[in-house]
């Protein structure tokens, strides 16, 4: 069951979609504005049929869901690195989150662009290393293997309905 709020001249309906693996309830959001020439019946109903549209899409599970990079890449690498990575690719996997988390992390993954990806590589491209063992750039291996590693988690989230699109494939 949908639950509305009025809020100032917009109303914020809200459905629970169930909860999360730590037991916290999941709840999604959305905000509807009514036309101005709307009289109040009109709007009454039209927020009703708004509520319902969108609980139906939660129950469908076609709404996005912000889920930030940093949570879900934590959870691939759970779910599917450590069992499908070979144990070296996988701690590699683990150095290079540093920079993608620093990068990308606090990002909702529904909101990373492929401008933010490009971004990413390009302040790789150019910027000093952060280990203390070399200096010099990153080589272009190493840029790829952290958009592989991106990628790699996108893909994840495409098959688990978080995300339609891999802003990785878009560059």
Known sequence: MANIRKIGKSYKITVSTGYDVRGKQVRQYKTYKPEPNMTESQIKKEVQRQAVLFEESCKQGQ???????????EEWFISVAA????????ANYRNY????????GHLHMNKI????IQ???????????ADRYKTGKLSAK???NHVDLISGIYE???KMGVVSVNPECVI
Do not use: C
Not at 83 to 90: D, F, I, N, V, Y
Not at 119 to 129: C, H, I, K, P, T
């Open 63 to 73: 709404t996005n869901k912000a889920v930030k990079f940093e949570g879900f890449a």
């Open 97 to 104: 989150t540093k920079r993608v988390y620093k990068a990308n």
């Open 119 to 129: 971004r990413f590589v390009l302040e790789m491209s150019v910027g000093e290393r």
């Open 113 to 116: 662009t492929p401008r933010d």
């Open 83 to 90: 069992l499908k990575l070979k144990e070296r690719t996988l």
């Open 142 to 144: 190493t840029i790829k």
């Open 156 to 158: 994840h989230a495409i």
